[in-house]
């Protein structure tokens, strides 16, 4: 398990695939494995994935904004701090002290484009898919680095991946529709 999730070993998936959990705990004993939170193992000779590791510890966060345009190949480099979204009222406190930028949506838009990409690291991780993506940055503009916001908006419309159909859909769940189709006309 150690080596098919590429160095990390989540006590809790062991357990569930029958694995006794002193056994899990002895095995990371045994092996040096770093602790990196309660039930998650990191081998030593393995660089962290800190997005699947927030996600690991943090299931209900969905990585987005800066973050989610990394992940699908829209921004020139790394985000930093980690941006991720959480439901409004989700309690937060622990994850502010990792360093993420958290932003809080309503519970019936936390859902809505959520989609499974890989991270630096090679693991699977949420986050929002490339027209939620669109639309949020879209909605933060006045937040949004120009120069990112820009490299974003060219590289979703010039993407062979776009569906126009789905930003449509998701600019008027949210209800930004014009602003959508104002920042896409010039591009498109």
Not at 32 to 47: M, N
């Amino acid at each position: 398990m150690l080596d098919e999730n590429n160095g990390v070993l989540v006590a809790s998936e062991a357990i569930h695939a029958g694995i006794p959990r002193n056994a899990v705990y002895n095995f990371a004993s045994k092996c040096g494995l770093e602790k990196v939170s309660p039930g998650i193992f990191l081998d030593t000779d393995t660089f962290p994935d800190e997005l699947y590791l927030l996600q690991t510890r943090y299931p209900k966060i969905v990585f987005s904004h800066e973050t989610a345009l990394y992940l699908h190949d829209m921004a020139e480099r790394e985000p930093i701090p980690i941006v991720l979204t959480v439901e409004s009222g989700y309690h937060a406190d622990s994850l502010k002290k990792q360093g993420a930028r958290i932003l809080y949506v309503k519970p019936e838009w936390h859902g809505l484009g959520i989609c499974e990409v890989e991270s630096m690291g090679g693991h699977i991780v949420r986050a929002y898919d490339r027209e939620r993506t669109i639309c949020d940055i879209v909605r933060r503009r006045p937040a949004m680095d120009p120069a990112a916001y820009g490299y974003a908006l060219r590289s979703y419309a010039r993407s062979g991946e776009k569906n126009l159909v789905r930003l449509g859909q998701y600019a008027t769940e949210l209800g930004i529709e014009r602003h959508v189709q104002q920042a896409m006309e010039v591009l498109l």
